[in-house]
């Protein structure tokens, strides 16, 4: 029976270890009472034992820990229990091998009902590569974990299947979710489109070529929070050899802020771009690092560069100098307080062409608020036209000046150099009347007569164009002038003609003036000796007043009871040789009046007349008072009013 | 006694009032004339043709002649110590400010301008008689 049942145990056995032999794993067979029945030759190499030194031996030698006891019942199961329970679950163990070395396995047990009970298969399985490789992941992963955590982003690592595998605490903060929720979760749970697609292997392409598509590009992308809400992001995708293939590590960057400056930069250039060029000079926007952050078609244009030439470069290309150095912070100064003096101001400089031509600018600045700090936004404006146009300006003046200065000397010379002849015509004319009148015929003196007339007159015509050149020509600085000395001398200038026509001068106290005394005097003295030569019979009346005339003007008025002037002539008096009565009636040269115009202008003010014909007139001129008071000399009478 | 006066003067009409005017007021003035500065100095110097002639009491001296002018006789003249105590009055139509400064400078006694009325002129002439060569008392000639 018992021999019976050995053979028929080893004919099933055999019939099995056909079995045993084809499989790849190494295979044991056990019997309830820990036995080794049966092995394969995977497991006499992966033991390093010959068959017949491990059949009937106990199944601890190889597996010394968690096999037996797995199978062997106890005081609280059956075999059969014990075993049940273990069927089909990979368990890992020790083995070790006849040399006394371990390595780790995987067992897989299934039952097998044999005539001696029931045997347990073990399919062992060398997982030293395995075991390897799980560790060094796991070490890999310590030391990844520890770069994770320090990087400032929020750190997803996904597999190519697009599950989370790894994160760091800034992506648990970030997204809302505590690591183990994400762990194995589709990445698309919290980046809902654009990155599972570009990392997973579709149709046409590997997942390497797909991640090799994405690695280093900034993707901007939305991110979902684990409350639902959205919000932009950029992320950079690296990849990460592992033993379980490529992973992709993303840095995920939270660009809210960004962003919101963006839309609001796009916002205000927007808005400002449309004022910019509706702007009629160069406009060009600058940071106070002094970069170009926008410019308008005229800019383009002015300076001969296209936008993206300009965009991002440094305003000195364009202004090399003063207008960077404006904006600057430096050592002393904030850039607002840099910016602040120069807001508002035109500021003379040189712009460079593309072409390295440079032409003359003027530029205003005015600051700007943006999300990027101050701006300052520059209007430029080609001066060239200006400036040459000033340059013109200056030359002609000059010209003009010279010119005049050329017609002064002029007059003067040649009403000088005309004296000296007309002296001799003068004098002899005189000299012939005295020695012969009334020794020729009444004709020869009527003859002398002319020519000695003639002389006169041409002798006053010089003497006054004389005077008249020397307004310009020796005028003194206007000082400190006492208009009263200066009007006293005036009257004693006038004092044969005063007495002869008996006249009524009068004046009230008069002040300290800034003026030219001499001119001063040549001033009051034609208006004074007009006043008492275009007289009506009867005795002539002048007055000399002067007021406060606002400020720290006073206006001189020199009023008379003469002839008076139709007002149409009010303008034509004061012109050169302009006189208004035919010689018998008044003599005259006709440029007293062009004098006095010409000294007021010289102090800076005009000379008025107001008149009615056969009322007499009143000539006003203002002059620029003086602090000092007035200065009176010692022996002039000081009455209110001084009768001459 | 003669008094001697030296008119250096170019203008022949300016000459003959000159003489005139002298002739009316003081018949004793006797007027020796030199046209020019280089004339005048060989006058002075009694150089060439003027080897005779006597120093002259004063000296009316214009300003503006041809080859030499007064500024330049006025110089030559006051940095000679043989003629610088002859009196040089200035007698010119010039009312130049650079005109009489520099005739001072150079040490003119007196710098009178040309009246342009004859009645004016002679009148000055008068003065010039008056005061010069009548009340003021000139060094004696050598």
């Known amino acids: 029976m018992k021999t019976t049942s050995r053979l028929n145990r080893k004919v099933q056995l055999e019939s099995y270890r056909g079995l045993l032999e084809a499989a790849p794993d190494a295979m044991v067979v056990v019997n309830v009472g820990g036995d080794i029945v049966l092995l394969n030759v995977q497991a006499e190499k992966q033991f390093g034992y010959r068959r017949d030194e491990l059949v009937g031996q106990k199944v601890k030698n190889i597996i010394p820990e968690g096999f037996a006891e797995r199978i062997i019942a106890d005081g609280t199961r059956s075999a059969a229990e014990a075993l049940a329970q273990q069927i089909g679950t990979g368990i890992e163990l020790i083995g070790r091998r006849k040399d006394g070395s371990e390595f780790p396995i995987e067992i897989m047990l299934s039952p097998l009902e044999s005539t001696e009970g029931i045997l347990v298969t073990a399919a062992i399985r060398d997982i030293s590569t395995r075991k390897g490789a799980e560790i060094h992941l796991a070490q890999m992963e310590g030391r990844y974990r520890g770069l994770l955590e320090a990087a400032p982003d929020a750190m997803v690592v996904v597999n190519v299947a697009g599950e989370i595998v790894l994160l760091n605490v800034q992506a648990e903060k970030k997204f809302g979710y505590s690591r183990h929720e994400l762990v194995g979760q589709q990445v698309k749970n919290i980046i809902p489109e654009g990155f599972a697609e570009r990392i997973i292997a579709d149709g046409t392409r590997s997942a390497a070529e797909a991640l090799a598509q994405q690695i280093g590009a900034g993707i901007e992308l939305i991110g979902r929070r684990k409350d639902g809400s959205e919000f932009p992001i950029e992320i950079m995708l690296s990849p990460l050899e592992s033993p379980e293939g490529i992973l992709v590590t993303a840095a995920i960057r939270d660009i809210s802020t960004r962003k919101g400056a963006e839309i609001h930069l796009a916002q205000m250039e927007g808005r400002y771009r449309g004022l910019l060029e509706a702007a009629p000079d160069a406009m060009v926007v600058v940071n106070v690092a002094g970069e170009i952050v926008l410019l308008n078609v005229r800019a383009e244009k002015e300076f001969g560069y296209r936008r993206d030439e300009l965009v991002g470069q440094q305003v000195k290309n364009i202004i090399p100098e003063g207008f960077a150095e404006r904006i600057i912070a430096d050592g002393t100064r904030s850039a607002a307080e840099a910016l602040a003096q120069q807001i508002g101001t035109g500021i003379e400089l040189i712009g460079r062409r593309k072409d390295g031509s440079e032409f003359p600018i003027e530029i205003m600045l005015s600051p700007l608020e943006s999300a990027d700090g101050i701006l300052v936004t520059a209007a430029i404006r080609n001066i060239s036209v200006r400036k040459l146009a000033e340059a013109n300006l200056v030359r002609k003046l000059d010209e003009l000046y010279r010119s005049n200065e050329e017609l002064g000397q002029f007059a003067y010379i040649a009403s000088h150099d005309l004296q000296e002849p007309l002296r001799m015509v003068a004098s002899y004319t005189q000299l012939l009347s005295r020695k012969y009148k009334g020794k020729l015929d009444t004709e020869a003196d009527e003859y002398i007569a002319f020519a000695v007339d003639g002389a006169n007159r041409m002798q006053r015509l010089i003497q006054d164009l004389l005077a008249f050149s020397r307004v310009g020509t020796k005028g003194k600085d206007l000082v400190d002038t006492s208009s009263e000395a200066a009007l006293l001398q005036a009257l004693q200038n006038l004092r044969g003609a005063i007495t002869e026509s008996g006249a009524q001068v009068t004046h009230d106290p008069m002040p300290a003036v800034l003026a030219d005394e001499m001119q001063l005097t040549q001033l009051f003295q034609n208006i004074i000796g007009n006043a008492i030569k275009y007289q009506k019979p009867g005795i002539p009346q002048v007055h000399i007043s002067a007021a406060r005339n606002g400020g720290d003007k006073w206006m001189f008025s020199v009023k008379d009871n003469g002839l008076g002037i139709d007002p149409q002539y009010f303008d034509k008096i004061f012109g050169m040789f302009q006189r208004l009565h035919k010689r018998e009636e008044f003599a005259g040269t006709g440029i007293g009046l062009a004098i006095c115009k010409k000294i007021a202008e010289r102090h800076g003010c005009s000379i008025l007349v107001e008149s009615t014909l056969g009322q007499g007139s009143t000539f006003r001129f203002a002059l620029a008072g003086s602090e000092r008071k007035s200065y009176i000399p010692a022996d002039t009478p000081t009455e209110e009013a001084v009768c001459l | ?142």
Not at chain 2, 5 to 22: I, N
Not at chain 2, 79 to 99: E, F, Q, W, Y
Not at chain 2, 110 to 136: H, M
Request: with cysteine; net charge negative.
């Open chain 2, 1 to 142: 006694m003669p008094l001697e006066v030296l008119l250096v003067e170019d203008s022949g009409g300016d000459v003959r009032l000159t003489q005139e005017a002298f002739h009316a007021v003081n018949p004793a003035v006797r007027l020796h004339v030199a046209n020019d500065g280089i004339e005048a100095l060989a006058f002075l110097r009694h150089e060439g043709v003027f080897v005779d002639v006597p120093r002259p009491d004063l000296t009316l001296l214009d300003l503006n002649m041809p080859r030499m002018d007064g500024r330049e006789v006025l110089a030559l003249i006051k940095n000679d110590a043989s003629l610088k105590t002859i009196p040089v009055v200035i007698l010119t139509t010039s009312d130049a400010d650079g005109d009489i400064a520099k005739s001072y400078q150079l040490h003119a006694n007196c710098y009178l301008r040309k009246p342009v009325q004859l009645n004016a002129f002679e009148s000055l002439v008068k003065s010039i008689n008056d005061f010069w060569l009548t009340k003021a008392t000139l060094p004696q000639i050598q």
